[in-house]
C-alpha cells in the first residue's frame, strides 16, 4: 500500500466525485426560478443545463491527459477549485448569459476532477480485493450525487434561492482540498514526457461537438441542417483524432489500449447499459410529472429514494460477488436486470399506485449496483495502474455518451409512441384541434386550455394515456437494448480479473514496473 491512509483517501475521492456529480442535475428543479429572476427563455434554461455537460464530456480526455503528464492529485485539486470559483460566480449572475458561461467553466473544472479521481484509486488500492472493494463505493458516490441533486435542489429552493444550488458545492470543495493535499498521493504516467496539444484541441472539439448534436437533435430534429453538420464535424475531427494520435510520439490517448478485449467489451457494455438504463429512468420520472401529477421533488423523492437504499445496502456487498461470480456474470447479468426492471416500469398506467414503480426503480438500482463497479473494474484494471488515465477516461467517457444517447432515443420514442397512440376524445374538437393535440402531450393541453372543463379533463386525460403509450414504447426498446448489451458482455468480458496486454499482473505494485519512483510520488 502506498499510503497509510488509503481509505481517507478514498473519503476525499468520494467528496470529489458528488461536488461533480450534484451539479449535473441539482439545477433541474430551480428551472422556473430562472425564468422569474433573471428572465432566461426556453434556449437559455436548457443551454444553463446542458453547457455543463458538454463542456464535461469535451474536456474529459484532456483533462485526463493533463491529470498522467503533470500528476493527478494537482489536476483534480485545480478542477476542485475552477469548480468552487465557478459556482459562486454562476450565483452572481444577474443574466443567462454569464450564468451559461460559469456553467461551461464548472463542467471544465468537473472533466479535470472526474477522470483523476478514478485513476488515484487505482494507484493507492493496488490489492485486488482492496481495490474492487474501493471501485464499488466509487461508484456508488458516483450515482450519489444525480440522485440526491433534484432532492437537494428542491429542498433548497423551499428554503432559499437558486443561487443556493451553486453555493451548496462550495463547502464540499473546501473540505476536499484541504484534506486532499494531507491524505491523497499524487501520481503520473512515466511515459507522458509532453502533452499532446494537438490531441487535446481535436478530442475535445470532438466530443463537444457529438454531445452537442445528441442534445440537439430532438428539439431541433435530426435531419435539421445544423444538426447533421455538427454531426459530420464530430466525425471529420474524430478521425482527425485518430489519426494524429497514432502518428504523434507522445498521443494524449495510448489507442493500442483498445486492443485489449476486456476492455472493448467493458466500455461497450457501459455505453449501452447506460444508454438504456439512462433513458428508462429519465422518462420515468418525466411520466411521474407530467402523466401522475407528481411535482418535480415528489417525482425525485420517489425514484430517488428506493435507488439510493439498494445502492447503500447492495454496493458493500458487490465485491464478494465480484469475487464470487466473476466479473462477465455481474456485468452481463446486471445489464440483463436493467431489461427487466424497464419492463416492470412499463406496467406503469395513468391511475397504476406507486408500488409497482418501486419495485422497478429498486430492480434498476440492483442492477447498478452489480454491473457498474465489476464494467468499472473491468476498465481500469485492462491496463498498468501507471496508465490508467486514459482507461479512467474512457470508462467515464461512455457513461456520459450513453447517458446523452438515453435521453434522446427515449425522447425521441416517446414522441412516436405518443403520436401512434393518441386518440381525441369526441367532445366537439375540431380536425385542427385534434391534429395539434397529438402532436405531443404539451400542446394537447395548450389546445385544451380554450374548451370548457368537461372537453378539457377528456382532453388532458387521453394525452396524459398516450404520453404512457409513448413512455412505454421507449421503456420496451431500452430493455431489448439492454439485453443485446448483456449478450455482448457475456460473450467479452472474462469470467475472473484478466492481465493487461502488455504482460504486468493487474495487481502488480507500479513501483515494481518503475524502479525510478516517478511512477508513483507521495507526498
Given at each position: 500500500?502506498?499510503?497509510p491512509r488509503p481509505w481517507w483517501a478514498l473519503v476525499v475521492l468520494c467528496i470529489s466525485l458528488v461536488v461533480v456529480t450534484i451539479q449535473t442535475s441539482i439545477l433541474n428543479v430551480a428551472l422556473p426560478s430562472l425564468v422569474r429572476d433573471i428572465g432566461a427563455d426556453d434556449a437559455e434554461l436548457q443551454w444553463i443545463v446542458d453547457s455543463y455537460i458538454v463542456a464535461f464530456a469535451g474536456v474529459l480526455l484532456t483533462g485526463a491527459a493533463l491529470a498522467d503528464r503533470f500528476g493527478r492529485r494537482g489536476v483534480m485539486m485545480a478542477g476542485l477549485v475552477l469548480c468552487g470559483v465557478s459556482s459562486v460566480a454562476a450565483a452572481l449572475a444577474q443574466d443567462p448569459a454569464p450564468l451559461i458561461v460559469w456553467r461551461t467553466v464548472m463542467g471544465i473544472g468537473?472533466?479535470?476532477?472526474?477522470?483523476?479521481?478514478?485513476?488515484?484509486?487505482?494507484?493507492?488500492?493496488?490489492?485486488p480485493a482492496q481495490r474492487t472493494r474501493a471501485i464499488a463505493y466509487w461508484s456508488l458516490m458516483n450515482a450519489t450525487g444525480a440522485f440526491?441533486?433534484?432532492?437537494?435542489?428542491?429542498l433548497l429552493l423551499g428554503w432559499t434561492s437558486w443561487q443556493a444550488c451553486f453555493y451548496v458545492t462550495v463547502p464540499l470543495i473546501v473540505v476536499a482540498v484541504v484534506l486532499g493535499y494531507v491524505v491523497v498521493p499524487t501520481s503520473r504516467d512515466p511515459a507522458a514526457a509532453r502533452f499532446d496539444v494537438a490531441g487535446g484541441v481535436?478530442?475535445?472539439?470532438?466530443?463537444?461537438?457529438?454531445?452537442?448534436?445528441?442534445?440537439?437533435?430532438?428539439?431541433?430534429?435530426?435531419t435539421d441542417g445544423v444538426v447533421l453538420g455538427v454531426f459530420v464535424a464530430a466525425l471529420a475531427l474524430g478521425v482527425a483524432f485518430v489519426v494524429w494520435e497514432r502518428r504523434t510520439a507522445a498521443p494524449m490517448l495510448d489507442l493500442t489500449i483498445f486492443?485489449?478485449?476486456?476492455?472493448?467489451g467493458a466500455t461497450v457494455a457501459l455505453t449501452v447499459a447506460f444508454l438504456a438504463m439512462t433513458g428508462g429512468m429519465y422518462l420515468a420520472g418525466l411520466a411521474l410529472q407530467l402523466a401522475k401529477g407528481y411535482t418535480p421533488l415528489a417525482a425525485a423523492v420517489a425514484i430517488s429514494v428506493p435507488v439510493t437504499v439498494v445502492n447503500f445496502l447492495v454496493v458493500p456487498r458487490t465485491p464478494w460477488l465480484i469475487e464470487?461470480?466473476?466479473?462477465?456474470?455481474?456485468?452481463?447479468?446486471?445489464?440483463?436486470?436493467?431489461?427487466?426492471?424497464?419492463?416492470?416500469i412499463s406496467t406503469m398506467t395513468v391511475s397504476s399506485g406507486y408500488l409497482?414503480?418501486?419495485?422497478?426503480?429498486?430492480?434498476?438500482?440492483?442492477?447498478f449496483s452489480s454491473f457498474v463497479p465489476a464494467s468499472t473494474e473491468a476498465v481500469v484494471t485492462s491496463v498498468p495502474a501507471e496508465r490508467s488515465g486514459g482507461a479512467s477516461a474512457v470508462n467515464q467517457l461512455t457513461?456520459?455518451?450513453?447517458?446523452?444517447?438515453?435521453v434522446a432515443l427515449g425522447g425521441a420514442l416517446t414522441a412516436v409512441g405518443y403520436s401512434a397512440s393518441f386518440t381525441a376524445p369526441d367532445r366537439g374538437l375540431s380536425p385542427a384541434a385534434a391534429d395539434a393535440a397529438g402532436s405531443s402531450l404539451t400542446d394537447a393541453l395548450a389546445v385544451g386550455a380554450g374548451f370548457p372543463a368537461p372537453v378539457r379533463e377528456a382532453l388532458a386525460l387521453a394525452a396524459r394515456e398516450a404520453y404512457v403509450s409513448g413512455v412505454r414504447l421507449s421503456l420496451w426498446v431500452a430493455a431489448g437494448i439492454a439485453l443485446c448489451g448483456a449478450a455482448y458482455a457475456a460473450v467479452t468480458i472474462p469470467g475472473r480479473r484478466a492481465a493487461p496486454d502488455d504482460g504486468h499482473a493487474v495487481e502488480q505494485d507500479p513501483r515494481a514496473v518503475d524502479p525510478t519512483g516517478t511512477a508513483f510520488e507521495t507526498t
Open positions: 500500500m502506498h499510503t468537473a472533466a479535470l476532477v472526474m477522470p483523476a479521481t478514478l485513476s488515484i484509486l487505482v494507484n493507492v488500492f493496488t490489492e440526491i441533486g433534484p432532492i437537494a435542489g428542491g481535436l478530442s475535445t472539439a470532438a466530443l463537444g461537438a457529438l454531445i452537442w448534436g445528441i442534445i440537439e437533435g430532438p428539439s431541433r430534429g435530426w486492443a485489449n478485449r476486456q476492455l472493448r464470487r461470480f466473476g466479473t462477465r456474470v455481474m456485468v452481463s447479468g446486471g445489464i440483463a436486470l436493467i431489461a427487466g426492471s424497464a419492463l416492470v409497482t414503480l418501486c419495485v422497478g426503480f429498486s430492480m434498476m438500482a440492483l442492477a457513461r456520459q455518451v450513453g447517458q446523452a444517447l438515453g
